[in-house]
DNA sequence: ATAAATGCAAAGGGTTTGCAAAGGC
DNA sequence: GCCTTTGCAAACCCTTTGCATTTAT
């Protein structure tokens, strides 16, 4: 997982701006950015909280907070009544498709999207500023087994 | 306006179901049911405390339930951190142009992104539910003047 | 008269904040 | 040593729930 860069990254703009490097940004940095899935807050507090260090809430947060801030980390709402945060890849833009049962993100591109975004906006008078789509649905996994339920819905 | 209408059959629905017909329940759905805008539960307390009656919050999200239930109403969740409801008009489906200065909200239709929702779904082998395409932007009357923030977005 | 709805206040989930204690610099 | 972060608990916002009172039927 080439993901240690990233955490180096987010350790350089914490000195650069003066910010303390401490043992708890750099491990919840380790698991947002290293993560292939779209996590929560609370989901990184209990990965954190099972793997090794007991970290509050609040610090993850405010960490997350920080790594946004430092173009690091994309925060995403998809409506569920929390909010997930993946790494700011190289990828410019693209959409989610998200599992009701499993909570599992997939993600896809769509060149024209962006266009047509921008056209309707225009059309309506709207000064563009972004867009977000999501395709709801029920994963390959969960169709055919009872899955294990990750982040899920609490608005189903 | 034409939701004297929508709040009969919602009064219609009522009866039928062998639940009173309470002037609160109709006078909620009454509001929502005649907005042209997209309400949050707060907005049809304040909209029913500025006119007439004072409703208690929690009447309205059970009648906001009831309405949800009777298919006369439709929850939007546009990532604001609250929930919207519109009326449910006889349009099929539609996507949302939203206005972070104001909150206001915009509806326009494209026949084109439901194929390609369901095409995306497929190719990543999704079983397809329904999607979200929401367009975050500043609306023409924001661009040019300070405006009158009616649901102003928590999460900016 | 019966059964359900209302209103208020308390509880609930996700998130933020205040403040004493701990830890980078 | 100074200043910031941490952790915990309390506060906060939106929403739901419990319970005594009111109201529709």
Tied chains: 1, 2.
Excluded: W
Aim: hydrophobic residues 40%.
């Amino acid at each position: 997982m080439g993901h240690d860069g990233v955490v180096e990254t987010f350790a350089t703009y914490l000195r650069e701006h003066g910010l303390p490097v401490t043992a708890q940004r750099l491990a919840i940095a380790h698991v947002l950015l290293g993560s292939e899935r779209h996590l929560s807050a609370d989901d990184v507090a209990s990965e954190l909280a099972r793997a090794h260090s007991r970290i509050g809430l609040a610090t993850v947060y405010r960490t997350i907070e920080l790594l946004v801030k430092s173009g690091l980390l994309v925060e995403r709402d998809f409506g569920e009544g929390f909010r997930r945060f993946e790494p700011a890849r190289d990828i410019p833009h693209h959409e989610h498709l998200l599992c009701t049962v499993c909570g599992t993100v997939h993600e896809f591109r769509d060149e024209r999207l962006e266009r047509m975004t921008t056209l309707v906006a225009e059309a309506n008078g709207f000064a563009r500023q972004r867009h977000l789509l999501v395709i709801y649905g029920v994963c390959a996994d969960c169709q055919r087994a009872a899955p294990i339920r990750r982040s899920p819905l609490t608005r189903p």
